[in-house]
């Protein structure tokens, strides 16, 4: 196992791996792969965050990581992290890659002077791995929100201080969906198709926290 920078090479075989990993996870079809094409252009990815997973000389995960901000009630700003797309070839899932793959990016994230990072996943996913529910660190959306699917993770205690917090993706993921098809004919073509999970995943991206 050996786990490096992404190189401009690697980029095709990546965005192929996230197509593969990702096809009807979360809907019929897919566009992660066209998402992470997309941010790696912006001006807050963070090349030394995009990571592959490589075992016999083959990437089988990736991750990549975008600058994002916390606001506070007084309008100051907070630097942060949020990572995604994380990709595991679908036949090397549930045997540690992405575990190995997350917790080398998080020492490299601290190196970097990082203190906290957001997402939106499936806990099930995550909490292992020390992420929180947003509502324990007072992290929301606008409108005091509260999604049942932001979860939080600090990379020291101290990180965040008890105010409450709200959470500003990065503009890098506010791109225009009609270049995805076009993008996708350069991939091997999958069947879309219904599956339960896509039910759970819009339920569970759609669920709030409340008192």
Known sequence: MKIRTEKYEDYFMVESLIKRAFWNVNMPGCNEHY????????????P??????????????SIMYTKSSLVDEQENRKEILTFGPLAVEPACQRKGYGK????????????????TIVIFGHPGNYVSRRFKSCKKYNVCLSDH????????????EDALDGRLWRYQESEAFQFDMSG????DKNFEQ??????????????????????
């Open 48 to 61: 030394e965050l995009s990571l592959v997973l490589e075992e016999d000389k083959k990437i089988v995960a």
């Open 180 to 183: 995805y098809e076009e993008f």
């Open 100 to 115: 190995a793959l997350l917790e080398r990016s998080f020492e490299l994230a601290r190196d970097l002077g990082y203190d």
């Open 190 to 211: 999958y069947m879309p198709e219904e599956k339960p999970c896509q039910e759970e995943f819009y339920i569970l991206s759609h669920a709030r926290i409340f008192e």
């Open 145 to 156: 929100i509260f999604p049942a699917a932001m979860l939080v993770k600090v990379l020291q």
């Open 35 to 46: 998402i992470a094409h997309c941010i790696r252009k912006h001006s807050d990815f963070i």
